[in-house]
Each structure stands twice: as structure tokens, then as C-alpha cells.
């Protein structure tokens, strides 16, 4: 009940709307319950069995003070005259009866436990499923900490209140239902005034909950803000403490700190209007039974021992009405979170592949971009009329000033974004037709941004071949020039990485990143800077295994250092999104144009 | 909770004032049925209709200060424990900030995150609970004792016998669910781990084909958390069906004796019935109390986990160090140095080396060598472990990290570029005038770029930088090196992912406009180091050659090597 008129609609919250939202669309209420109800529905079994035992526990909290009235009566004989038998009987069937009570209790809690961490879980995991398959530009746009809000606070935050409150609704409405008939037995008159206050009470939760519920979604906006900050600055301490910022960063971090206190605050404040609101009207609709029903008997209509009764059951049916109301506006702080948290689930994944698509399998690695136009935002193209055409086997360099576009070839090679015109091919066929994982698992990369992770130097170089022995990551970090590192390290492959690695530099990271790309078998080969923070001896000393590598595949290549790429079979120039020359070193030397004074710079004496 | 008293004592009168208006509408809350008895009892019998009248609106008012008492109170409640949270986290954020970098390496990235929101936020909600909750039962429950004990003192005793039961209860539960709550907020920890990694992974797990993988990882710990949750769950779930069976048996065995103390005259029925309306109320009361013990053990395991990093002492503090000598010094001194991250081999190895105001140093150096802890020593992000580090004369671990620090412009490898507009990212925090941001981004040769994208300096750079090359990345990070006009310049392969012709270009206006800056440039490229006045190989962390560009021609076999490579055939030594 009271979950109220559902047609509000949400969109009239213009002012939370202001708040980032992961997708576009916001829900109604009755949308959100349907959703939630997706979650509890598969724990059907569960659900039936916190019912089953809610109730019995109910039954049996209403049998015990039948027993201690029995035994009372037993009692009340008077002094020497009290019925000892009875009493015993009495006195044994309420310990028992208190006994089962608690175990019932204590297993309802347990199951309903068991409900909501189910529940949390399988959010979390849907969050974590559709991170999985949102293209690779939305973590662009999005702040890290702002999405891990969601799966440790909002998720959170649903569950606490799905867990507790809906069993107290449920105990309510059964509570409501028999008080509601026992007055409608005694005096039909006397429930005049709660036609008044029933409806009092209905419409003001509504207008409360209106008026919270783009409180408390800020509120998880904000402190979804404040995660976002945090996680961003944190990630930059060092840099901070390095140009002595951390006041400034501070008074930074106030600024959103205040805002997210701000908004809980507020949110809490206005959130706990609800509860003594509701016993306020409960309480004058107390005053007016009380009043109107002394009234009435006083003009005969009812005795005063049905008076005191309506009275009794008047107080029973409220207490519950005002326990729902509480946790109506309790919920409102859910829905909000429900909000974020289906936001992400439902945030636009990485276009499917189509229907038709096919598995790219024993490529040859022929690659070819045909007239290639791409734009990261659709009103600024960044790649012009791009073609290109690698044949197995060969090494392609990619060459150009920075910011020319040589990351996002490699972007639409790897298909994390779609060309807007144009096609890229492999085999001949248009990588759209293929499936993605089939496509990029013919591609090894290697990137600029090392990327490891919180695991052993092991499990980070075998990331991309699962079940590699140790004697191939060996082979692999000996090719890489890392080995030598790696085994005066305490643990050796054992080693586990930490987030700052402060004792292993940058330059190392990479390796063990060349590493890593050295064990899978795929046809085509990626290098984006692979090197950039290596030596240029160790680079050198690298090289055999890199062309051990690079045999036999299609490879691109962007590197500044024009030495490494001199062997290549097929130099791409690019400038400002645009191919502006390409053909082999000697060819482009020879030309004297871009490549050449690009060349030249590199050993100008000044 | 103990530990971040200091955070709530300047709120104690607040609180108290919150507490006593919230005993206020209790108080006034049980006028209400009080009132109503007399009505029902005394005024209805004898008919007297005015005076219905006078303790109905008696009534109302009664409700609508109970209305206002905890209207103000909640609002109050929020208030204050918003105010304490700010100033927590405040504190936190400060000393997070400062933390250095091997005590960040030991609380991880991830943890510091996880305490920063998620235990401030249980702080938060557990400090306006409490006070929500926290004085309506306990008066309840001491009302309903007190009372009780006016009514017949033995069978009170038996009531009171069961409460060091109750304690007793709910001190196991908390003691045991404490440190599940603790552990629950560490599994939270690695869970943010594995989110953080897999979005800032997001490239190479895709390209990898390791979705699968990644699921199974983040399975795994999100299993781990709901089972530790669970465990906590089932815990703190017992203390209530616990506690009211414990009072329940008391009331049962109350019913017994009072039944024999009726039998022997001693007591009436009636105190039984009386007692047993008390006692559901009692009960009622105790259900509420040790609601809040359950909700302070998630609020002390996240209190807990607070005060562990607000008291992390400093472990880099300024110490007493010698003044300067008196007459002329070189700008920066390394003096046999030695230094290791770990305590296991030497990463830096007996280093000295002496600049000049105005010189430059190149460093060059095999990967992994030690390049990059010469300027975490010099900016005193880690102290050595013998020798000194001058400045000016004067030891750095004497000089205030700040000011120390504000003497830098300063570029990491990969370094930290914000979400915010590129003028943001050049100025980062400081007061930069206008035409300084602009002059670096000239000098640093930002310009360029930053002429071709939408607004120009206000051009919006996305999360990480990730709407920016990495040449672009590092020519706005040397611009913001380069803005606060510093007296040391510090570059760690700042320009590796510079196209030769830009990277020349940024040395020719360094040298230009920068020219009485002390520079210490970090490079992979002999050309980016040639012109410097001083150059230093290092080798796993031994220096093993020292002096010019032509001095290290002639003198030294590795650097010739190095030369040769770079330079290619026959073009060396031009």
C-alpha cells in the first residue's frame, strides 16, 4: 500500500537531472519496483520461506500473551487458592512457545540475510557484466570513482532497505488488515475518522516522498562526485605532493566534501520529517477518536468498554501505518540508488555484433582501412579518407607529429570504436561482420600505458595465455631483458605488484609488458609506443626478440624513434588526421619531404 | 568510536541539546495516551463534555510539540553528524595526501579510497542514528525498570537478573562482529581493486580476450563479500531473537512466582497484568537498544579503520640539519648517496654529483638503473639511506616539504593529467597569472595543439587524459612545469613520446627562456642530453661516467655505444 500513486512522473526533477547520470533515461517508480522485483523473483524459494516463517513467528507472538492471560486467570483465584496445574501448563507452553519464536526469528533474519547478500551480489555481478561490454569510450568519459560508487554505496544502499524493509511492509499490511476489521466489527461509526486520516496520512508520505526523492538522489550523485574526486586525486598524489598542491587540493576536495555532506544532510533531515509527521496525524486521529467516541457513548451509541477496545485497536492499526511511512521514505533513498545502479547496468553496451557475425579464424593477416573516416564526437572528424593496406606478414610503421591520429588507427584497427565511413578489413572481409572477440584475439598489442595488475609478476607476464608454464613466462621475460630484474627481486615471479610499484620504474613496467605480449599466438601485432621508456641499449638488446616476435605476422608500429622503424616495409605518414606520404625509408628519404626533415631532426645538431 | 572523539567533542553541547529536545517529544509523546485515560477514565464516567474538550486539545497539542521536538531534533541529529563527518574526512583527505609514498604502498591505493567514502559515510549514518535512536529506548527501558521496581521489588529482581544476560549477549555480538565488519570493509577494498583495474585496463583486457577472465576475478571477490557479509549478517541477526527470548523466559518465569507470591498473599494479580504491559514496552525498549549495539559495530569497524590512517605518524619530518655554509655553494649536491626502495641491493649506489645554478644535468641510464629515484631523493619523496642531498648548501631533510618542494617544476613519467579544462592542467592548483600559462604552453610547444581543439585553453580534457596523444599529454605537463616559473627543473623522460623535431624545438625554448633554471632532464635519447653541462650514466645504480657530451665521446665506451645506436651510420658525432 502506499507505495503510492505511481504516475508521477520523474522527469519533473529538473534539478537533480542536473546530476550525471551513466544513460539518459530515468524511470518511474513502478518501473524501478518491477526491475528490483527481477532480483527477489529468482529467489523465489527464499522469499516463500521468509513469508512462511513471518507469519508463523506472528501467530506464535500473538499465542503467548493468550497464554500468560490463561495463566493470569489461573492466578487471579486469589492468595492460597491459585491454580497451580494450569499455571505449570501455562508457564511450560509459553517457554516453548518463546522458544520456537526466537528460533523462527532467528531464522527468518537468517533467510532474509541470505535473500538481500543474493540479491547484492547478483547486482554487483550485472554492474561488473555490463562494464564488460560498454565500449571502451564511456570509461573515457567517466570517472573511476564514480562508478565504483555504485557498486559499493547504491547497491548497498538498495539492499539494506530491500533486506528489512519489505518485511516490515509485509508484517504491517497483515497487522493493518486484522485491526482494520476488528474496529469495523466494534464501531462502524468511529471509522469516520480515519476516512480523514488514512487518506491524510497516504497523500502526505506521497508529497514527502516526492519531495525527498530528488534529495536522496543527489545525494548518491554527489557522493558519487566526491568518490570520483577522491579516486582522481589520489591517483595523482604523488604529482601533488611533488608541486606542494595539497591545499590547494584540499580546499579542492572541501568544496565536494561539503556538497556530498550537504546533500545527505538534507536529504536526512527532510527524510525524517516523514516518521514524526505521520505519528502527529496518527495522533490526532487518536484525539478524535478519543473525543468523538466519548462523545457518542456519552449520547449512548456505544459502551464504554467497546470505546476503550476501538481505542486499543486504533493505536495497533497506526503504530504499522506510521511504520510504512517510515519506510516509505526510507525507500525513496533506494530508488535513488536503484537509479544509478540500473543506469549502469543499462548504459548503451558496445554495439553487438551483428547476428551474421563470424569468427575470425586462421587470418592471414591481410589488414586493409579503404577510405576511412573517423571522428571521436560525430561533428569532428579526426581521420580523413584514410587507406592503408598491410599484407601478411609485413610491418607497417605509422609515423606523424603527436596527435596526428596514429593511436586512433590503432583504436579502429582493434575495433574499440567504428569508423563513421570507410571500412577496415581483414581478409577482405569488413571487421564489422566478424565478432570482436574473434578479432582482437588475432591481434597482440603492446601500448604506452603499461598497464599490471594487483597479482604476481607470474600471473601478470601469463595475463594473455592462461595455463602458460613457467618455463615459457621465463623465456618470455628473458627475451624481454627482464629476467635478470625479476630474479633479484625477493620473490622473484613471485613478486606481487603493488599500485605504486615505487621500486620497479616505468621503463621495467614495459618490458614486462612486452613480455606478456609475447606469449599468446595471434597474427597481427601492435606496438604503440611500446618502447618510449626503455633505453635505447636495452631496446636494442630487445630487438632480436622483437623481430622473433614480430615474424611471420602483420605488424604496426608507431614509434618516434625513427631508428626502429627504418626495416619497415611500408611507412605511413600522417599529419593532422591525413596520410601525407607513405612508401619505404629509402623511398621517403630520397622524396626529401615530411619523413625526410622528420628524420633530419632527430640527429640535428642544433 | 573512541579514537575520533576529538571529531565529536566540539559537537557534545549540540548533541546534548539534540538529546534533550528528543526527550522532550518522548516525554511529550507518552502525555498523549496519559491524557487519553483521563478522558477515558475519569472525565467520560462523570460526564463532564467541556472537559473532553480541554484534554482533546490538550491531545493536540501534546501532538504537535511531539511533532516539533523530533522534527528538530532529526534535522539537528543530520546536522551535527554532517558536520563531524566533513570534518573527518577533511582530516583524512589532509592526511592521506601526505601520506609518503611507501606508507601509501603499504595501505593501497584502493583502501585509502574505500575509507575516505565508504567508512566516513558508515561514521556518518551511525552518528545521526545514534542520536535518532539512542535516547528514546534507553529512557523506556530505565522508565519501565523504574517503575516496575515501585510495583513489587522481587519480582522486578527477576527482570533485572536477566539484563547482565542481555549485556552479556550483546558484548559477544559486537565483539564478535566488530572485527567481520573490519574484514568486510577489506574485502570491499580488493573488490574496488578489481573495478579500478578493469577500467583503467579496459584497452588491454579487451584486446587480450580476458572479459571472461576478468568476470571470473570479480566473481570471485564479490562471492567473497557476499559470504563475509553473510557471516557478518548472521552474527548480528542472533542478538535480537536472542535477547527477547532471554526476556521472554523472564517473563515466564515472573508469571511462575508471582503466581506462588499471589498464592502466599504477598503480591495481587494485578501487579502481574501491570507487569506485563511494562514488560512488552521493556521489551520494545531492548529491541531498540540493541538495534543501535548493531548498528555500532559496522560504524566502529569503519571508525576504526578512520582513526588507523589519521594516525599514521609522518615518517618524513624536517629535521635539525646544519645552515648553509657561509660563501658560494653549488645549487644541488648529491654527496654519497646510497638508497634502496626495499633494503635489498642498492638502488642507488654511492651517487655525487654537484650543479651549479643555472646548469644542466642529463641523466642516461639502462632501464630499471635508478634514474628516476635521483629525483624522488632530490624532491624528498623517499629519504637516503647514507649521504646528503643538498640544496643551496643546505641538507633537504631540513627544509620544509613544501617550500622545498614549490623551488621544482616537475615532470613523471606518464604523469597525472585531470579531468578539466587544459588551462586547469597547465595551472594545476596554483595561481598562475594568464600570460605565464600561455608562455609555457609556448615554451613546452602546447600551443600548437592546443590552438586546434574547441575553447582552446578551455578545452575540456577528459578522465586520465584519454582524449589527448600521449606527445600532447607530456607538452601540457611540461607547460605546467614550466608555468610556476621554478628555480629547478626536473624532467623524467619528459618528451619520450615527442617527435624528434618537437623535442628540439622544446630544448631550443628552454634554452632560451629557461635558461637560468637548474635542470635535471632524464632522457632516453643522447640528443635530448647532448648540450647539457653535465651528463651522468648510471648503471643499476652505480654512477659509472661523468662529464660533458665530448668528454663522454672520448672518454667513455658505453656512451659511445649508446651514441652510435641512436645516431645511426656514420651521422655520429655531428
Known sequence: ??????????????????????????????????????????????????????????????????????????????????????????????????????????????????????????????????????????????????????????????????????????????????????????????????????????????????????????????????????????????????????????????????????????AEANGTITGPSVTFINNVSLTLVCVFGSLLFLGGDIMIGDLSSFVQYSRKFSGPINEVANIIAELQSAFAAAERVFSLIDAEPEQPDAADAVELTDTDGCVELRDVDFGYDAEKTILHDLSLRAEPGSLTAIVGPTGAGK???????????????????????????????????????????????????YENIAYGKPGATMEEVVAAAKAARIHSYIMRLPDGYNTVLTDNGTSISKGQKQLLTIARAMLPEAQMLILDEATSNVDTETEEEIQAAMRELMRGKTCFVIAHRLSTIRSADHILVMDAGRVVEQGTHDELLRAGGFYASLYRSQFATE | MKRIWRYIRPYTGFIVWTMIIKLMGAVLELLIPYFMEIILDDVVPRGETPLIFVFGGLMLLASGGCLACNVIANRMSAVSSGKITLAIRHDLFDRLQRLSARQMDTLTLPSAESRLTSDTYNVNQLLARMQRLGIRAPI??????????????????????????????????????????????????????????????????????????????????????MEIDRRAGFITAATNPLSSLVLNLGLTVMVLIGAYRVNGGLTESGVIIAFLQYFVMILNAM???????????????????????????????????????????????????????????????????????????????????????????????????????????????????????????????????????????????????????????????????????DGKMDYGVAVRGNNLSGGQKQRLLIARALAGDPEILLLDDASSALDYKTDAELRRALRQHHGGVTTVMIAQRISSVKNCDHILMLDDGVPVAYGTHDELMAASAAYRRIAASQMGDGEVGA
Open chain 2, 140 to 225: 523506556l527501558l530505565l522508565g519501565g525498570i523504574v517503575m516496575m521496581l515501585t510495583m513489587d521489588v522481587p519480582l522486578a529482581m527477576v527482570l533485572i537478573a536477566m539484563l547482565p544476560l542481555i549485556a552479556l549477549i550483546v558484548y559477544i555480538v559486537t565483539k564478535k562482529s566488530v572485527p567481520l565488519y573490519k574484514e568486510e570493509q577489506t574485502v570491499l577494498d580488493r573488490v574496488v581493486r578489481v573495478l579500478q583495474e578493469n577500467i583503467t585496463g579496459i584497452r588491454v583486457i579487451k584486446a587480450l580476450s580476458k572479459t571472461e577472465h576478468e568476470k571470473e576475478r570479480f566473481n570471485e571477490v564479490n562471492d567473497e563479500l
Open chain 1, 1 to 266: 500500500m502506499a507505495k503510492g500513486p505511481i504516475n508521477a512522473d520523474p522527469r519533473v526533477y529538473g534539478s537533480a537531472s542536473a546530476a550525471p547520470s551513466f544513460s539518459k533515461e530515468k524511470h518511474s517508480r513502478m518501473y524501478l519496483i518491477r526491475r528490483l522485483w527481477q532480483y527477489l523473483g529468482k529467489n523465489r524459494l527464499l522469499l516463500a520461506l521468509a513469508l512462511l516463517l513471518s507469519v508463523s513467528s506472528s501467530l506464535l507472538s500473538l499465542y503467548g500473551p493468550k497464554l500468560s492471560g490463561e495463566a493470569i486467570n489461573a492466578i487471579d483465584l486469589g492468595a492460597g487458592r491459585v491454580d497451580f496445574d494450569t499455571v505449570f501448563r501455562c508457564v511450560a507452553l509459553m517457554a516453548g512457545c518463546y522458544v520456537v519464536s526466537a528460533v523462527l526469528g532467528y531464522l527468518l533474519s537468517a533467510v532474509m540475510i541470505r535473500l538481500s547478500k543474493r540479491v547484492s551480489r547478483q547486482m554487483r555481478r550485472d554492474i561488473f557484466e555490463s562494464m564488460t561490454r560498454l565500449p571502451v569510450s564511456f570509461f573515457d568519459r567517466f570517472q573511476t570513482g564514480n562508478i565504483i560508487s555504485v557498486v559499493t554505496y547504491d547497491v548497498d544502499t538498495v539492499n539494506q532497505s530491500l533486506s528489512s524493509d519489505l518485511l516490515q511492509i509485509l508484517q504491517s499490511v497483515i497487522t493493518v488488515v486484522v485491526s482494520f476489521a476488528m474496529m469495523l466489527s466494534i464501531a462502524p461509526k468511529l471509522l469516520l475518522v480515519f476516512v480523514f486520516t488514512v487518506p491524510a496520512t497516504m497523500l502526505f508520505t506521497r508529497f514527502l516522498a516526492n519531495r525527498v526523492r530528488p534529495m536522496f538522489r543527489r545525494r548518491s550523485a554527489k557522493l558519487g562526485e566526491l568518490n570520483g574526486f577522491v579516486e582522481e586525486m589520489l591517483s595523482g598524489q604523488k604529482t601533488i605532493r611533488a608541486y606542494a598542491r595539497e591545499d590547494e587540493v584540499l580546499s579542492r576536495f572541501d568544496g565536494k566534501n561539503r556538497e556530498a555532506v550537504d546533500a545527505y544532510t538534507e
Open chain 1, 407 to 457: 593511436t586512433t588507427v590503432i583504436n579502429l584497427l582493434m575495433r574499440f570504436y567504428d569508423v563513421t565511413d570507410g571500412a577496415v578489413l581483414v581478409d577482405g572481409r569488413d571487421v564489422r561482420e566478424l565478432t570482436r572477440a574473434s578479432l582482437r584475439r588475432a591481434y597482440t598489442m603492446v601500448l604506452q600505458d603499461t598497464w599490471l595488475f594487483h597479482g604476481t609478476i
Open chain 2, 287 to 453: 529491541l531498540g537498544v540493541t538495534r543501535i549495539f548493531v548498528m555500532w559495530s559496522k560504524g566502529e569497524a569503519s571508525a576504526v579503520r578512520v582513526a588507523d590512517v589519521l594516525e599514521i605518524g609522518e615518517d618524513m619530518t624536517v629535521v635539525p640539519v646544519p645552515d648553509a655554509p657561509a660563501g658560494s655553494v653549488p645549487h644541488i649536491e648529491f654527496r654519497d648517496v646510497t638508497f634502496s626502495y626495499t633494503g635489498i641491493g642498492a638502488n642507488i649506489d654511492h651517487l655525487s654529483f654537484k650543479l651549479e645554478r643555472g646548469e644542466s644535468l642529463g641523466i642516461l641510464g639502462p632501464t630499471g638503473c635508478g634514474k628516476s629515484t635521483v629525483l624522488n631523493l632530490l624532491m624528498r619523496l623517499y629519504d637516503p639511506d647514507s649521504g646528503e642531498i643538498l640544496i643551496d648548501g643546505k641538507d633537504v631533510r631540513g627544509i620544509d616539504g613544501r617550500e622545498l618542494r614549490s623551488r621544482f617544476g616537475v615532470v613523471f613519467q606518464n604523469d597525472f593529467v585531470m579531468e578539466g579544462t587544459i588551462r586547469d592542467n597547465i595551472r594545476f592548483f596554483r595561481d598562475v597569472p594568464e600570460t605565464a600559462v600561455l608562455a609555457a604552453a609556448d615554451d613546452a610547444q602546447a600551443t600548437e595543439f592546443i590552438e586546434t581543439r
